[in-house]
């Protein structure tokens, strides 16, 4: 877990360097800081997207996942978290930016293969340095995502907390279900949530990513099938 909890860290101090340099900035460089991010979230996400070997696999994830995922209005759930956690430790007016803060890094800092693999490898042989190598990562996007969307970043340390740590807990369990068919499946789902985080940042097209995460775990349930249903 110490692995985890310094990328949690790390994700904190990133937070507070981004809003100290965001404090004073003019209105027309906080657009730069926005575009940068969104660009920034397009590369990571198409890179990460790329990494699918079966892409009728991946649309059907996304399209049930989103399907299911609207049903369940898990975007507002989270919103409405986030929303608590504004009123309880942040009193300023920075509206549903500190809702998105939380959901957009939180989505960011979860979705990737680094997360996965780095969890794995230190719960089951005590190889911290793909977290460690993560927590580098995650610490400059913090600076550059608190920058742009506010206090709301910094609350994403919990969800790398909560999720690497139980990842890290149950590795030994999880570890031999994970293929590389799976784990690079999985990646190119999470690539497709952050390219939609990109989009709604650089105001192209606002999606509700988070009613689209389900799609991680329908992806799961394709990979498994896949003996059986080559095609996909």
């Known amino acids: 877990m110490i692995a985890t909890i310094i990328n949690a860290l790390a994700v904190v101090v990133g937070s507070l360097v ?26 990571i996400g198409i890179q990460m997207a790329l990494s699918t070997k079966h892409l009728l696999a991946f649309a059907l994830a996304l399209i049930l996942g989103g399907l299911a995922g609207t049903a369940l209005d898990i975007e507002g759930s989270i919103m409405k978290f986030g929303g608590r956690l504004k009123n309880r430790f942040d ?49 400059f996007m913090s600076v550059i995502f608190a920058g742009a969307l506010g206090k709301g970043v910094i609350f994403s340390a919990l969800s790398v ?22 784990l690079s499946e999985l990646t190119a789902i999470g690539g497709a949530l952050v390219i939609m985080i990109g989009l709604g940042l650089l105001d192209l097209k606002k999606i509700k990513t988070a009613d689209f995460i389900p799609a991680l775990l ?15």
Do not use: H
């Open 161 to 182: 907390l909560l999720y690497q740590g139980a990842l890290t807990i149950l590795s030994v369990w999880i570890k031999p279900f994970v293929t590389e068919i799976m």
């Open 18 to 43: 981004g809003l100290f340099l965001r404090k004073g900035i003019k209105e027309q460089y906080q657009k730069i800081i926005f575009a940068a991010s969104g660009i920034t979230s397009l590369v």
């Open 218 to 232: 329908v992806m799961v349930l394709l990979v498994l099938a896949l003996p059986f249903a080559p095609f996909l």
């Open 91 to 139: 009193r300023s007016a920075e509206g549903s930016s500190f809702a998105l803060g939380f959901l957009n890094a939180s989505v960011l800092f979860c979705s990737g293969a680094m997360a996965i693999v780095g969890s794995f490898k230190a719960g089951t042989e005590g190889d911290y340095s793909i977290i460690f190598t993560k927590s580098i990562l995650d610490g």
